[in-house]
């Protein structure tokens, strides 16, 4: 049967003191929204709802930049998840299938959880998905059992002391076809303190009508919501945990893990090296044997097989390295390609430029890639040696096994073999530095007497 995906994303998320909106707040470089989505993914579903509210403009291209096939339903008014659900019944008017209903703001949910979910409603109308507590919290609903049946969802203020001993709590997931989930929508009520319609009152509405209602469980940790910037610099802590051993336990050597800090889409492969104090931003890919040393900051970049980054080095998106190739220190790499065995060892940018095979970039050489308004490339060949302290001037190319002497402003190609030298003649002045010292100190000393 199909599955329609709604994500409720419309709160404004108070406590975060922010005015972005709580659910683009980044876990691990991505948004919360983006975590919540992916997990979602797993489904493989028919259609993806995000139900925006504050700030939906922003929530809007963020779903569409994770997902182009995403559409979004505005909640003008947040009157309750259960009214946040129910904006999206013109959209799914007609769909034959199941919803599953998911936070924005619970971005370590499982798909196997969901999996579990949606196998769970093959058999019953109404599934909710909850976690036991290890200790009392007035802070989450209960959920009353009668052996697999759910009974009804009763919050910790409207609870007998009996239900408030109940560890079996709510985490607000839901799943349920589609037409039944709408028919018990227009049935909620918001004659509660709080003058909202909740969701969680679906169940007890289909116990009525004796449909089948039951609850499944999960781990707490799946649960996690974020509603504080406390919150969300614990979920991250708890995110780059959980990376960090799972690259660990697939054969990555991390020389102290604590200190990397990984994104959400880090790829790295078995027997690569990572020292410490390395910073993984979105979209970076490290293939196995490689070895990024300390304090690097990697983004947007692919590291071949055998090849050695840093230390203290930058990979910006677009940096494109093949095997074998050496990135030093306080170098710079910038939507670039480098060829198999390229070196550039320190202190250079190479930004729009392609690198070609076993070339050799000095200390202090600068692509000149950008003229105030457009981009230019630089185009270097196989063997080549760029002299330490050269500056090209892009447009511009180096041809195979081609060389520039230190210190020059390349502004024309350079033919394969080729010696280019491009610096002003040396002029040299006898006994003028002596003069000029003693002018110098002259002058310092007037302008001390004189203050």
């Known amino acids: 049967m199909s599955v329609a995906l709604i994500i409720l994303a419309a709160g404004k998320g108070t406590r975060m003191k922010s005015d972005l909106p709580k659910v683009l707040h980044p876990i691990a470089g991505a948004p919360m929204l983006h975590h919540a989505m992916q997990t979602g993914a797993a489904l493989d579903p028919a259609r993806t709802i995000v139900v925006a509210g504050h700030g939906a403009d922003q929530v809007q ?221 979105p979209a970076v890919t490290v293939e196995s044997g490689a070895t990024i040393r300390a304090f690097s900051h990697l983004e947007g970049c692919h590291v071949s097989r055998g090849a050695i980054v840093g230390p203290y080095a930058r990979l910006r998106p677009g940096a494109e390295l093949a095997e074998d190739v050496r990135v030093g220190n306080f170098v710079e790499i910038k939507n670039a390609t480098l060829a198999e065995g390229a070196k550039v060892n320190h202190l250079s940018y190479i930004g729009d430029a392609s690198v070609g095979a076993a070339s050799n970039i000095g200390a202090g050489t600068i692509t000149c890639n950008y003229d105030g308004v457009m981009k230019h490339r630089t185009e270097i060949g196989a063997r080549a040696f760029i002299g330490s302290n050269t500056m090209l001037v892009a447009p511009v190319s180096v041809g195979d096994e081609a060389m520039t002497g230190s210190g020059s402003v390349i502004t024309s190609d350079v033919d394969d073999g080729a010696l280019a030298i491009a610096r002003a003649p040396q002029v040299e002045k006898p006994g003028m530095a002596r003069k000029l010292f003693e002018l110098l100190k002259a002058k310092k000393a007037r302008q001390s007497r004189g203050s």
């Open 61 to 281: 291209a963020a779903a569409l930049a994770h997902d182009p096939a995403v559409e979004v339903v505005i909640q003008e008014e947040q009157l309750g998840t259960g009214h946040a659900v129910d904006q999206v019944r013109a959209a799914l008017d007609g769909f034959e299938g199941d919803v599953v209903v998911l936070f924005g703001d619970t971005p370590f949910l499982q798909p196997e959880t969901l999996t579990r979910m949606v196998q769970a409603r093959r058999t019953h109308d109404v599934v909710v998905l909850g976690f036991d507590i290890a200790a009392v919290q007035p802070r989450y609903g209960r959920l009353v059992m009668d052996g697999d049946r759910l009974v009804k969802i009763v919050e910790y203020k409207d609870a007998t002391e009996d239900e408030r001993g109940i560890r079996f709590t709510n985490s607000g997931l839901i799943a349920c076809e589609a037409k039944t989930l709408f028919a018990l929508l227009s049935e909620v009520t918001n004659n509660n303190a709080s003058g909202e319609y909740y969701l969680t009152a679906v169940p007890e509405l289909a116990n009525a009508k004796g449909l089948k209602v039951t609850a499944i469980k999960c781990d707490e940790a799946e649960t996690l919501g974020i509603d504080s910037r406390t919150d969300l610099a614990g979920a991250d802590a708890i995110f780059q945990a959980r990376a960090r051993a799972e690259l660990l336990d697939s054969g990555v050597t991390m020389m102290a893990p604590d200190t990397v800090y990984l994104s959400f889409d880090t790829v790295i492969g078995r027997d690569a090296l990572i020292e410490p104090n390395v910073v993984f931003g």
